[in-house]
């Protein structure tokens, strides 16, 4: 699977859009894109994957670039509650999940 | 659906004795993976299995690991003669893979390990 590269951290003002980046340029035809998340305690939580097209769910969007070297998780009114580690994965889709999580980045939400 | 269930959250051990976690996935779910995490970094994988099958072991696990899921359903993680190296969160997930092959990890709330 491809390595993901992301900022550590991030700050967001509660109500604005929190817009998180992740590089992986040596993504393969075959790899999707996938966004977890970790709030403190708990174990991660799906958040949502996509191939090559923007993706939209009730949590977030997923932006990927065109040469799909890049995506930007896009969380549209960020609360308190979205205070988490965000992780981008990429990973082809068979042979199990036994991607590299990294450390991912740590998004402070502050009122 | 009550989700993914690990117990017990919070274990503590004195080196060398041996522990047990169980992990019950998503009922209808086929995959279940076990996963480690150290303070400040993401999950590592250890191994997962297919139903009762275990597919693929990483070169983490060393020979005091075993992991079992003998009828498809809940599993096991054993660690033999635990070191303190191994204090960290040992997460369970699991997983039901669609025609598109698209997989959606499901994650448990983990087990505590804290050897002295």
């Known amino acids: 699977d491809a390595k993901t590269t992301q900022p550590p951290s991030m700050d967001c003002a509660e109500g604005r859009a929190a817009n998180l980046p992740c590089n992986h340029s040596?993504?393969?035809?075959?790899?999707?894109v996938y966004w977890y998340r970790q709030i403190h305690s708990q174990g991660p939580q799906y958040i949502i994957h996509g191939l090559k097209n923007n993706e939209t769910n009730e949590m977030a969007s997923l932006i990927i670039t065109e040469d799909r070297k890049s995506s930007t998780l896009i969380l549209p009114h960020a609360t308190l509650r979205d205070t988490a580690v965000y992780y981008c994965?990429?990973?082809?889709?068979?042979?199990?999940?036994?991607?590299?999580f990294g450390a991912g980045t740590r998004l402070f939400v502050k009122a | 659906d009550t989700g993914v269930s690990q117990n017990p959250r919070h274990k503590i051990t004195k080196r060398g004795q041996n522990v047990t976690f169980r992990c019950d996935p998503i009922s209808e779910h086929n995959r279940l993976y076990w996963y480690r995490q150290t303070l400040g970094q993401g999950p590592e994988f250890l191994t997962y299995f297919q139903n009762e099958a275990q597919l693929e072991k990483s070169r983490l696990l060393s020979d005091r690991f075993s992991a079992e899921r003998p009828k498809g359903s809940f599993s096991t993680l054993e660690i033999q003669r635990t070191e303190q190296g191994d204090s960290a969160m040992y997460l369970c997930a699991s997983s039901s893979v669609d025609r598109g092959l698209n997989e959606k990890l499901f994650f448990g709330s983990g087990t505590q390990l804290s050897v002295l």
């Open positions: 994965i990429v990973r082809a889709g068979v042979g199990g999940f036994k991607t590299i």
């Open positions: 040596t993504i393969s035809g075959n790899e999707y």
